[in-house]
């Protein structure tokens, strides 16, 4: 008989029968049969509620048969709703969690792990279902202090699928907090870390997943294990110049990248390990159209990761090693390159802080020109100055590269960086504006800076976003554009004519930071002193 035809009446026996000697018969069919999805969901419905009746009864093979088909049903994740709703966390839970008499072989706990862990990853709203008398839930403090505990003190089969469970809550906005405290106040980070060393693939694997969940609220305390840990930070850098891209290869690199950047004691241990020659190799790579096997998600985040990595060491290239690298690999012609390809958000922001932070150093490794002075035997009576060589940058003076000077001119970024000043996402336009703003902090070359600026119309959306202020970060380096933009005459007089700049300044003088407030009340002063406006500006009281 086909197994659907089959499925109906042992569902209709296993709920209707009297005694658990035909229950245990009917629930071990049930446990043998290779049920398909409908299969599945069916049996869900129908029998999920004694079956997990029978995880409350004494009787060890019941439990057993009853565990080892709940398992089986849980594995569809649209099971995973039905299973929590008639009861089956709080059995599972204190299966895994009692000792003693009582307490399942560890066969069965590895059962329940996995039944555990796909009820959990099938979405459902975890922390609102109650696992026992007391109210707590999956997400209470005890109860993730007992998983750490469990995680720590079972064996790989049990660990693998506890750690699914922590990275799907941890994963989770409204369970995320609840774990991440849980795991500060049990100390439970280290051995989190110490799994990146395990021989088990999937093991390794989950611990890098959650690890880099974790980052978001504890960077500081992942980065400081992998610091004083003994080799993990070389596990995570091999594993991410390996062929081919898998989610374990992308959950390290973009936990790598999301590690504190300001921890410049693990940005230089990355360097030790040889970080970024490997990062700069696997990206090559990829912008050369290698193959690459996996899915295109994980190929996506992990080039995502890869891009966060190298744009870390653009923060450390007061390091003359780092210089050095960055200007062997030309750095910022591969930045420019992503601005120009890639839609990625993450990628974008990567990107272009990594460029903010090269064009810093552009003023200070701009080549200064030889003049070669005028020859003759009357040439030291010439009061005429050797005349300037041509070629200079407008920005920065000198002779300047996109390789060795860093220089965004050079490398053609300046257009794209002024495109991203409309992207929807604000962390990539703080980040794109934060570079422009370095063309024109030079004082010495600030009209050559405003002059590029200009020329890349880039004016118009840095006004913009003053006025509309979305962040304060935003609004302050707008405010910052904007003041030095004011300070050439024939542009101040353009932007004077849009009456919503003051505006917009008034309330950033009013309103902002106290950086903000600073330079906003310079931009005024500077729009007081041009004629056409001084006036009006004269009648505002701020």
Avoid at 100 to 121: D, H, R, W
Avoid at 159 to 185: D, F, H, P, T, Y
Avoid at 355 to 376: F, I, M, Q
Wanted: hydrophobic share 45%.
């Amino acid at each position: 008989m086909a197994v659907n035809g089959r499925l109906q009446p042992l569902l209709r026996r296993l709920v209707e029968a009297g005694n658990d000697e035909v229950r245990l018969e009917m629930a071990t069919f049930l446990s043998e049969l290779v049920l398909s999805r409908e299969g599945k969901e069916k049996a869900a419905k129908l029998g999920g509620r004694t079956l997990v009746d029978m995880l409350d009864s004494g009787y060890l093979a019941g439990r057993e048969a009853a565990l080892k088909c709940l398992c089986q049903l849980s594995s569809l994740e649209g099971n995973g709703k039905t299973l929590a709703e008639i009861g089956i966390l709080q059995p599972l839970i204190r299966d895994l969690f009692v000792v003693g008499m009582n307490q399942l072989p560890m066969k069965l706990k590895e059962v329940a792990a996995t039944t555990l862990a796909n009820i959990v990853n099938s979405g459902i709203d975890l922390e609102k279902i109650p696992i026992d008398a007391d109210g707590n839930t999956l997400v209470s403090e005890s109860v993730l202090h007992n998983l750490l505990h469990l995680i720590s003190n079972t064996g790989p089969a049990i660990e693998i699928k506890l750690l699914q469970v922590l990275v799907a809550l941890a994963s989770s906005a409204r369970a995320s907090g609840q774990v991440i405290s849980a795991i500060k106040s049990s100390g439970a980070i280290v051995s989190l870390i110490q799994f990146l060393e395990a021989p088990q693939k999937e093991l390794r694997g989950n611990s890098v997943k959650l690890l880099y969940h974790l980052c978001s609220q504890m960077g500081q305390e992942v980065a400081d294990g992998l610091r004083i840990a003994t080799g993990q930070l070389s596990t995570l850098v091999r594993l991410i110049g390996h062929n081919g891209v898998s989610e374990e290869q992308a959950s390290a690199a973009r936990l790598l990248a999301n590690l504190p950047v300001r921890d410049t004691q693990l940005t230089r241990a990355l360097l030790d390990e040889g970080a970024l020659p490997i990062v700069v190799n696997q990206l090559n790579e990829m912008n050369q159209g290698i193959p690459r096997v996996g899915a295109a998600r994980f190929v996506n985040e992990y080039k995502e990761g890869l891009v966060g990595i190298l744009s870390r060491f653009t923060s450390l290239l007061s390091d003359i090693k780092v210089l050095n690298l960055a200007q062997e690999y030309d750095l910022t012609t591969m930045f420019t390159n992503f601005l120009n390809t890639v839609g990625i958000d993450g990628i974008l922001h990567a990107s272009a802080e990594a460029l903010a932070n090269l064009s810093v150093y552009s003023r200070e490794l701009s080549a200064e020109p030889v003049v070669t002075p005028p020859k003759g035997c009357f040439a030291p009576f010439l009061r005429k100055p050797p005349k300037k060589p041509s070629g200079l940058c407008m920005v920065h003076g000198g002779i300047c590269s996109a390789k060795q000077s860093f220089c965004l001119l050079e490398a053609k970024a300046v257009l794209p960086l002024v495109a991203c000043l409309e992207h929807p996402d604000v962390r990539v336009v703080e980040s794109c504006l934060r570079a422009l703003l370095t063309l024109i902090i030079d004082r010495e070359n600030l009209q050559g800076g405003i002059q590029a600026l200009r020329n890349a119309d880039a004016v118009q959306p840095i006004i913009e976003i003053m006025k509309e202020h979305k962040t304060e970060l935003l609004r302050q380096r707008a405010v910052t554009a904007v003041e030095r933009l004011l300070r050439n005459e024939d542009l101040a007089k353009y932007i004077v004519l849009d009456p919503n700049v003051h505006t917009a300044l008034i309330e950033a003088f009013k309103y902002g930071s106290n950086n903000t407030r600073h330079v906003a009340e310079k931009a005024l002063q500077c729009l007081n002193k041009i004629p056409q406006f001084s006036g009006v500006y004269q009648t505002q009281r701020f």
